[in-house]
């Protein structure tokens, strides 16, 4: 009997434990849903139409830029402090961009939201990954994962129905009582995991030039997707900025005692692969979230509320798919054969996408874009997994970091390349097509075209990724 309420309060503990991971991710992963649908209402209030894209752009560079630092210093720190610091920056500032009065405060209000969000999205991967043996963790990998389709699905719906209602403003407010709900969890309920023989000496060159890394280099390829309004020479002053910063980082982290991003992580195959395919599959996954909208209401004269339900299939494939992965990796313990088909899949996906054109009915393009949401749904649990399970305990916390690093580059480097071919097929197609929507929907098949290639080059890179068995036990440290 004892040991009977022994298992069950451990069971409890460990549900407790995921529930508060879970809402705590949560708050993040609808930030980008709820957001989109909320800005336009944002623009007619604060005006500054010019900068639209920045409060999405902004939050996103800080975000990216966070897994890697906070992932380091909850190492020293600790998870659970680190988690719960990730919670009140994110609430705190939430706040905040709810009262900004013009859209340079509201720019700038985000840029700090996304510290705290960069916190939300990498720290409940690395407790999973410390908790769990390596099987258990794939499984709790996708459970934890799913939340990021949930989000998708609902986000839209509910950003609609509160900006339409209360207004834009309570969007950022109705992350006050998520947050203290997952404070209160995470806080009764989470060890505080640090490890004990980590120096706590911090890298501040190599926060100091990684940072200006990534921003530098942010700021080229953004500018870069409107040739028409800045200069190449700014553009290019940004990019080899940004190299030159990124080589005074190499040299800060060969001699740092503690490196914010060791480098001896690229002498595993298993992380480079990782690596590189997180890029690539994050790639592809926002390939099909950005542009099947835009087919459906641009192409096919779709209103956004009915693009929005076209969406939902993909969507819900892409939680499902993830939770199933998890749950497959968990009961053979190995992943390889896996990554192999979810290349395959959202290659198949993207090939099928790329064949459409003004006279697809929109029933093909729901199922298109289901077939990449099941091919997405799979990265999301796989590459955490392989790479905790490639690591000693005392590891896990930056490489899991850096897997979250590559997914969110991915998306960095290649939304504006996805928006220059989308211009540029528009701009060269202008007086040769019969229509403005015509040359949309080459421009979209285009970038579709460039998809497939990103799908076949995961594909070869995929063969190269070394199988290391999943045990029942946690790695030794």
């Known amino acids: 009997m004892d040991y009977e309420n022994h298992y069950n309060s ?38 500054g139409m010019e900068y639209y894209v920045w409060p999405f ?23 659970k402090h680190v988690l719960i610091l990730g919670i009140i920056i994110f609430v705190v500032t939430s706040v905040m961009c709810g009262f900004a009065t013009n859209m340079f405060e509201l720019i700038l209000f985000r840029g700090l939201q996304g510290i705290g969000g960069g916190i939300l999205l990498s720290l409940p991967f690395i407790v999973v990954g410390e908790i769990f043996s390596p099987r258990e963790r794939a499984r709790y990998m996708g459970i934890l994962a799913s939340v990021f389709g949930l989000a998708d699905v609902l986000g839209p719906i509910l950003g609609g129905v509160i900006t339409d209602t209360l207004g834009w403003r309570w969007v ?58 800045y200069p190449l020479t700014e553009i290019g002053g940004f990019l080899v900025f940004s190299g030159f910063m990124f080589t005074l980082f190499i040299l800060a982290e060969k001699k740092a005692v503690e490196p914010i991003f060791p480098l001896h992580l690229f002498k595993n195959s ?34 956004a509320t009915n693009s929005g339900i076209l969406m939902i299939p993909m969507l819900f494939s892409l939680t499902m798919t993830s939770v199933i992965t998890g749950q497959i990796i968990s009961r053979v313990g190995k992943y390889k054969k896996l990554v192999v088909a979810e290349f395959i899949i959202t290659g198949v996906g993207v090939v099928l996408l790329a ?7 929109y029933y093909l393009l729901v199922a298109y874009s289901t077939v990449l949401g099941i091919g997405s749904g799979m990265a999301y649990t796989i590459f955490n997994v392989a790479v905790q399970n490639a690591f000693a305990l005392r590891e896990i916390g930056i490489v899991t970091a850096s897997v979250r690093f590559f997914r969110n580059v991915g998306t960095i480097v290649f939304v504006p390349v996805f928006g220059y071919i989308m211009n540029f097929t528009l701009g060269s197609s202008a ?25 076949f080059a995961g594909l070869i890179v995929a063969f190269f990724l070394k199988e290391l068995p999943l045990g ?6």
């Not at 203290?180 to 501040?204: E, G, Q, R």
């Not at 480079?272 to 087919?295: D, H, K, N, R, W």
């Not at 029942?472 to 440290?477: G, I």
């Open 355 to 361: 064949t459409m054109n003004m006279n697809t009915p």
């Open 172 to 229: 950022f407010f109705v992350n006050v009582p998520v947050g203290i709900a997952a404070v209160t969890l995470i806080l009764y309920s989470l060890p505080n995991f640090k490890l004990p023989d980590v120096k706590k000496i911090i890298d501040y060159p190599g926060i100091l030039t990684f940072t200006l890394t990534l921003s530098a280099l942010f700021l080229g390829l953004t500018l870069a997707g409107d040739l028409d309004r």
């Open 10 to 47: 451990a069971e409890d503990k460990t549900i407790m434990i995921m529930v508060g991971l879970m809402v705590g991710l949560l708050v993040a992963a609808f930030d980008y849903s709820i957001m989109a649908t909320a800005m336009p209402k944002v623009i007619n209030s604060l005006h």
């Open 57 to 79: 752009t902004v939050y996103m560079l800080t975000s990216t830029i966070s897994i890697i630092l906070f992932g380091k210093l909850s190492d020293i720190y600790g998870r």
């Open 431 to 455: 007086g040769v097509t019969a229509s403005y929507t015509q040359a949309l929907a080459l421009s979209i098949q285009n970038i579709f075209i460039m998809a497939i290639v990103l799908a």
């Open 270 to 303: 298993i992380f480079t692969v990782s690596a590189v395919e997180s890029f690539l599959a994050s790639a592809l996954m926002f390939c099909g979230i950005i542009y099947v909208p835009l087919f459906a209401q641009g192409v096919l004269g779709m209103s």
């Open 472 to 477: 029942d036990t946690p790695n030794n440290s």
